[in-house]
């Protein structure tokens, strides 16, 4: 279908009726110069793929891999379209539904990963983030999947070099501190079991604490010694 001529209002919205028309790069082309000049023009917004269409563009674009030029042009027209837009809570709730039981390959992880890796996010970023989690409370089954995700795995020396540092001068909330004092509590009357006491033992193996530490290790039984001295005494 080749369209020559300028097409009149009452012929576009004939057309736009008509979803049947085969769009080609040359008709497109085509009616782009015919419905030029008219302000709704013969476009495709609004028109609904169906199933069967959708999954032939799926199939159609397959293992298909974008070059990075055309990534970078994405990128370019893309940026700063979606700042300070907000979703609805439809529409937010119409995205988690949608993704549902959706798992992601090992693949697209080991990608996901290698994408974060070395981003830096600003502090404007962080607090954000740190607004919109606090106070959520994961569900028992979200707390399991992540027990069961970190079982195991084993931080590198980096990491643990970088939380020590993130931590130093950190100074907990009364809360906090009577939240870890009954989970100490329930630990000291909750025996380890044996395994789990040779899983520390291997754990700790080789491990060399530094000279500030040691002394603070150090005041610290001095510290339950004279107090188990004391509560003997007072019971005497």
Do not use: C
């Amino acid at each position: 279908m080749t369209i020559k001529k300028k097409l009149t209002v009452a012929e576009i919205n004939e057309m736009n009726a008509d979803f049947s028309v085969t769009w080609t790069k040359e008709n497109d082309q085509s009616i782009r110069y015919a419905t030029s000049g008219y302000k709704g023009g013969l476009s495709k917004t609004g028109v609904k793929h169906t199933e069967e269409s959708k999954k032939k563009m799926a199939l159609a674009n397959l293992g298909r891999k974008a070059s990075d030029e055309t990534k970078e042009k994405l990128s370019l027209r893309l940026k700063g379209l979606g700042l300070g837009r907000k979703h609805s809570e439809e529409t937010k709730l119409k995205m988690s539904i949608s993704k549902e039981g959706i798992k992601q390959t090992e693949e697209t992880k080991k990608k996901i990963s290698l994408g974060n890796k070395g981003k830096k996010r600003s502090p404007e970023y962080i607090e954000k983030f740190t607004l919109a989690v606090t106070g959520r409370k994961r569900s028992e089954e979200a707390k399991k999947k992540t027990s069961l995700t970190l079982t195991g795995r084993k931080r590198s020396k980096e990491t643990i070099e970088k939380t020590r540092l993130a931590n130093i001068g950190r100074k907990h909330t009364e809360e906090s501190k009577k939240k870890m004092s009954i989970a100490a509590a329930a630990r000291k009357r909750n025996k380890r079991s044996e395994e789990t006491k040779k899983k520390i033992g291997l754990a700790s193996k080789g491990r060399l604490h530094s000279e500030e530490t040691k002394l603070k290790l150090s005041n610290k039984a001095k510290q339950r010694h004279i107090l188990k001295t004391l509560q003997k005494g007072l019971i005497k």
